[in-house]
């Protein structure tokens, strides 16, 4: 049976045709009137790159927020609502890709996880390089580790998840009703998990400089960095400070406006590297862009 891998809705983007190469009706979210976006966030920032999301997530990530309030997992669709999404061939995705590249040479998967569904998802990588020869990042909750899917990883962008963001009854009763039930009923795994880092650091550090990584931390403020010591750098090694991303929690202009400030001075303290969210700038908190 060809390998297929379950997207969210519209889950290659932006995309401006489709796998036949038939102009789409719609212009991309980004407004935009050619494929492609860039990558917002990390040691990429700015490149000119296509998104692969794919839907499903093994983890539920919820945030107190400064000043109150919770911040639920800002792509839903791709984690605790999946309701809506679809189930893609690979040679679909691949002929997708192939009317959209255009003169981009990124491709960055994303999710959700990405990681569990490795057996299609190693099927779609081999095929992008062998096809493209594109260089392709994967945005991992760094929770699992496949080391075939691995190898054809150019950059590992990992976001461990901290204790901080373990559903409680107390945030799930700040959030509407609805969202609050399926938050509560999505399956979720052990994290961070700081052996499967090291898995990643260590394929980085072994394979002669061509392949790189960043861990990127969600913050509200200096209050997360005892935490982020703790629960992942001081059990893992091979990292340099510019390696560890500090990135605001929110996404969107009004929550961002409570923690970036904060989150920058940390990043100064510690020597890391401050990670804006520069397509809530261009594009807001829009999906697809
Ligand atoms: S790991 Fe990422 S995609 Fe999964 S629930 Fe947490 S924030 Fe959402």
Redesign the pocket.
Known sequence: MAASLLLVNNGIFPITRDAEGKLLADVPATGLQNPGTIQGEGKLVGTASLFIRLSG?N???MWNVPEGGVSA?D?PD??FDVSKNWLWKVDEIIETVRHNLGNMRHVVIT???PTIQHRSLKELCHRLKEEFDVHITIET?GTLFDEELASYIDLFSISP?LSDSLVTEEKLMQLPRQLAGKVAAAPSQKSPCPEVIQQYIDVCRNSGGEKDFQLKFVMTGPENAKSIHNEVLNHISGWEPSDILAMPLGGNHHTLGKTSHRVLETAIQHGWRYCPRIHIDLFGDKPGV
Do not use: P
């Open positions: 997530c983890l539920r990530c997992c792509t791709s984690s999710g959700g996880e909750n998840k």
